[in-house]
């Protein structure tokens, strides 16, 4: 306990250090138009955050690139009520001002056409918000490049991320340019929301990812009302996974009722949608123009005005889509185009397909020359006074690397040929690309086309306890992780476990020893886990005095896969309900798992693998218990609607129950005294020799059949399961991970005892 006590002091000291340690610097300058603030370092940001009730309507000006690669090692803490933060907070957040306040930026801001590059910002507090502004009103911002941006989280909750700010009202917005990615429910490339503002030459060029509770998507603005936008565009990929509706556009997710103009803009992103509405340039269009007495529309000066979409949209069944707005009200839409070969549904606006969406003569009344230019046959409009066409691949790295071109430009010609590179940051490692490009090589060429998205995949690479101990402390929750090293934790009371996780954790084949463990009433290794993937990990030689809940994940695994996993366990019980591998599992995958264990004490029950399941799949798994004392259930504890066991066994010597459970190709081959109740089975076969009550049971069969392959009618022994014949029962095919430094031992004890 003292070591853990150490660890925890250690890390919260560390945390704490790592925001502190970047501390605020005061920019040169005196804030006014003839002496503005000069930006240099990512200090200054931070100065701006926390002196921003003195400096809200002052004028600042960037002097140079501002590389805030350090972000992601920023960690603010908040207290109980409101958690932690990972990487910057936002300017004009409570959580970074002096006075505990949220403040909106109303000065000015001109980049110079300079860079803030790698941004971080995750934020986990309640009203969270990931940008490098709070709010902005009548704020005057231009000239800024925001590049390799990472806001917002994958598991997103109430998360409102946009790369300027979260929410833009009464300003002007010029000349801005976003790359990276965004993750959140509400969601914008340049903002969340924004309200009678204008924005012209503004770009976002990467990925936003939307919740299972998203609202409104844009690859612009979130969600707008009464703004005017000039020659802005969006490329890269939006995708909203709401369960319950969304609006998603590739340049707004939703424009309200009012006089929004949108003027010479245009969209190639890739669009993605389950529910809701989904359009090539808004989602949900809510402009309308009003009708006279006798019903004729009365054409305002505002509307969607020479713009295009090359967006490619993948709507689900149900969902309402079309080439330029989702869904429309009465609104105007003047010689504006999309790419019918590439979206099923219509919406307003003229449909034209591949071909003659890349030829000038399809855009008819197009003001080219002035406005915009296009490569005759190989390219969309682009515009003109980008004297070529402007493409820039969507570049997306992670919280533990970024990947980058060479040679490193503002903007690429069609057909050109770069260099991309992965570069993992200290103590990761580059996993593969997905997207345009696929495979591990860090290094790969690319060809420059429109609509070009490269994603570099890295994990945190985790070679001690301490580093494990540090996720979700010092590290993000949901991101990627990887063991590197078997962990022996002999004579360590390790209590430190990870309380809530989201992201994937790749024991590579490698094992925790000796874990062993006094009390154990709060967590097992994982807490909670929620859109995870915990695979190819081994606990050996687990020595639990008092076990309540899982070992591996303690309270609920909830959409998530758990796979190629390994226990062996000494457990003396004396909590409520104890379970081999999780709590309650829900909407998930536990699949080639293994808990062999002996199980002691008389107060309690056990179940060999989880308790009860919803939408549970368990496949290819098999438990080895054995109890002289507690009631064992052999899979789940108890049941839940569509629990289903497929290919897997349980065996060992134990006195307890299979009951109330989907199973198919099953097996059970335990000594004592076992009943079978009220479950469903189907080509199942159980040891008629200890099986002491079945209601309703076919396939009861003698201690000899159960070690002959002809007993398994209709199970697969070419690619699951294999058998000697007439000496053991089934076993798995899959391959047995090869021996990692300490892992030998339980690969003995496997070898032992699989064919018992």
């Known amino acids: 306990m003292k070591n853990f006590l150490l660890l925890t002091c250690l890390l919260a000291f560390a945390a704490n250090c790592l925001f502190a340690a970047n501390e605020a610097v005061k920019p040169e300058g005196d804030g006014t138009a003839e002496s503005p603030y000069l930006l240099t370092k990512v200090e200054n940001l931070v100065w701006m955050g926390e002196n921003i009730a003195e400096c809200q309507s002052n004028v600042f000006r960037l002097e140079n690139d501002i590389d805030a690669s350090e972000t992601k090692d920023w960690v603010k803490l908040f207290g109980t009520q409101y958690g932690e933060s990972f990487g910057f907070v936002p300017i004009g957040s409570r959580f970074l001002s002096k006075d505990g306040q949220n403040h909106k930026f109303s000065g000015t801001i001109d980049g110079q056409d300079y860079a803030i590059k790698n941004l971080f910002s995750r934020a986990y507090y309640e009203d969270a918000c990931g940008s490098l502004f709070y709010q902005l009103l009548g704020a005057n911002i231009s000239n800024i490049k925001l590049h390799n941006i990472n806001f917002g989280r994958k598991d997103v909750a109430k998360m409102s991320v946009g790369a300027l700010a979260r929410n833009i009202t009464d300003s002007t917005i010029t000349n801005v340019h976003a790359t990276g990615q965004l993750n959140g429910r509400l969601a914008g490339g340049i903002a969340t929301s924004a309200k009678n503002s204008n924005f012209s030459n503004c770009s976002f060029v990467g990925k936003i990812k939307g919740a299972s509770a998203s609202v409104n998507i844009g690859g612009i603005i979130g969600e707008c009302t009464d703004c005017k936008f000039v020659r802005c565009r969006t490329s890269g990929s939006a995708l909203s996974f709401s369960e319950k509706g969304s609006t998603l556009g ?16 245009y969209s190639d992103m890739r669009l993605s949608a389950k529910v809701g509405v989904v359009g090539g340039l808004v989602g949900a269009n809510n402009m309308e123009n009003y009708e006279d007495y006798y019903g004729y529309i009365t054409i305002g000066d505002f509307g969607f005005k020479q713009c295009y979409s090359n967006c490619e949209i993948e709507a689900a069944p149900g969902v309402a889509s079309g080439g330029i707005a989702g869904w429309v009200t009465n609104s105007v839409c003047f010689n504006c185009y ?28 197009w003001n080219f020359g002035k406005i915009w230019e296009i490569n005759e046959g190989f390219s969309t409009p682009y ?21 980058k071109v060479q040679p490193e430009k503002d903007g690429y010609g069609y057909g050109e040929t770069v260099t991309v590179i992965a570069e993992p940051y200290e103590g990761a490692e580059f996993l593969n690309y997905s997207g345009t490009l696929e495979g591990g090589e860090a290094s790969k060429t690319l060809t420059i086309e429109e609509n070009v998205t490269v994603e570099a995949n890295f994990a945190k690479q985790i070679m001690s306890i301490d580093i494990f101990g540090g996720i979700g402390k010092k590290y993000p929750w949901d991101e990627q992780y990887v063991q590197i090293s078997d962990f022996d934790l002999s004579g360590i009371d390790f209590t430190n476990r990870i309380v809530y996780f989201s992201g994937s954790y790749d024991g590579r084949s490698h094992s925790i020893l000796n874990w062993k463990n006094s009390n154990w009433k709060d967590y097992g290794l994982f807490k909670e886990i929620y859109g995870a993937s915990l695979c190819n990990l081994n606990i050996v030689d687990l020595d639990a005095e008092v076990l309540d809940r899982g070992i591996l994940v303690t309270d609920r695994a909830a959409l998530s896969i758990i796979s190629n996993c390994y226990i062996l366990a000494s457990i003396n019980l004396s909590g409520e309900g104890s379970y081999g591998i999780c709590g309650m599992a829900q909407d998930s995958t536990i699949t080639k798992c293994n808990f062999i264990g002996e199980i002691l004490g008389k107060d309690s029950h056990f179940g060999g693998l989880c308790a009860a399941g919803y939408n549970l799949l368990l496949d290819q798994c098999g438990v080895e218990l054995y109890s002289n004392g507690r009631y064992v259930y ?9 629990a289903k066991a497929v290919n897997c066994f349980a065996r060992g010597n134990f006195t307890g129950q299979l009951s109330h459970n989907v199973l198919s190709n099953c097996y059970l081959n335990a000594e004592g005294n076992i009943s079978l109740y009220g479950g469903q089975y189907i080509n199942c076969y159980f040891n008629s020799n200890y099986v002491t009550h079945a209601e309703n049971v076919t396939g009861l069969v003698s201690p000899e059949e159960m070690k002959k392959q002809e ?21 798995f095919r899959y391959a047995v991970p090869e021996p990692v430094g300490m892992l030998a031992l339980i690969l003995l004890t496997l070898a032992a005892v699989r064919k018992r």
Not at 250 to 265: E, H, K
Not at 634 to 642: D, P, R, V
Not at 711 to 731: K, N
């Open 711 to 731: 007993t398994y009618v209709g199970w697969d022994f070419d690619e699951i399961w294999d058998i000697d014949e007439g000496v053991g029962t089934p076993y």
């Open 338 to 365: 999309y790419n019918s070969d590439k979206v099923s549904g219509s919406g307003f606006g003229t449909g034209v397909n591949s071909t003659k969406i890349k030829k000038r003569s399809t855009f008819s009344n």
């Open 383 to 403: 515009f003109a006074a980008e004297s070529g066409r402007y493409l820039k691949p969507a570049l997306i790295g992670d919280w533990f690397g970024a990947v």
């Open 250 to 265: 590739g340049l707004f997710g939703r424009i309200n009722y009012g006089t929004t103009d949108v003027l010479y803009c």
């Open 634 to 642: 052999c899979f789940m504890e108890g049941y839940g609607l569509n």
